[in-house]
């Protein structure tokens, strides 16, 4: 019986994780090296590779540049007629080629050992003898193609994928890189947003930071809540110092309690000693905060403890940002 394009779907992606899986086996003093050889160079990461496994090589190479380990992707053909020149003595070079029968690349290799440049293999065939002279050689073989006709490269560059990021995110965890340095490398986008935007950047403050003294009635404070478009009013005291924070949320429950709820003073039924935050915060964990506590909106204080801003759930997500 045929398989149903679900069935066959579900086969596939069984045998590509197995691939990812297998290459667990393959972690050994080869793979120590190739993390070694990357840390300890003064020079870039080149990834080499030709078709399938240089689409590969391109994304193990963004991925190093992304997380702090200089990296650039070159196409062996290309080399062969003038990019050579675009690697420096101190450059280590990541050579991807499952078979290891490419013709550009048994070509390659002989000159890069001749510029005694240091060279890693990823590769399918460890034993195949182009890669006498290599420096490291590191196994990304599996044992079945996805592909039907056990052809087409699909589980082995599956594979070879997941090691390049396992090599990229351990030299870049060993030289230290953290949250701050991929913010740099990413100031644009969701990503870059998530990293750097902190909460002054987005808050509402001046006119648009609704904020009543204490001594207003609950009316008074619906007008500010009304005018300023936010569901939420800081109060302070006659210094300007946050004392309480009053909500749409506080308005449903209080008006069931009180007949002339309108009329009553804002400190009667405001939450006192409210969550704040201060302006410096980022963005992302101000975010976090509103989740916790399941709240739309909290006041943004400053070291005195004076409203100076209000952070709403909507402004967050016009940013993305959740």
Known sequence: MKKTNIQRAAEILNLESAAIKEQTNHLNDQF??????????SGRVVVIGLGKSGLIGKKIAATMASIGVPAIFLHPAECLHGDLGMIM?????LMLSYSGETEEIKQLLPVLQKMKI????MT??????VWTGCDVIINSSVKKEACPFNLAPTSSTTAMLALGDALALIVSENKGFKKENFAMLHPLGAIGKKLTMDVKAIMRKGGANPVVKETATVEEALFVMTGTRVGATSVVNKSGKLVGFFTDGDLRRQIQLHDNLLKKKISEVMTK??????PDMLAVDAAKILQEKNIDNIPVVDNNNKPIGILDERDLLSEGIN
């Open 32 to 41: 120590e090296k190739a993390v070694s050889l990357i840390e300890k160079t």
């Open 89 to 93: 003595k101190n450059d280590v070079v």
């Open 118 to 121: 240091k060279i890693i293999a």
């Open 124 to 129: 399918g065939k460890v034993n195949s003898k």
């Open 273 to 278: 000693k409210p969550s704040t935050i201060k």
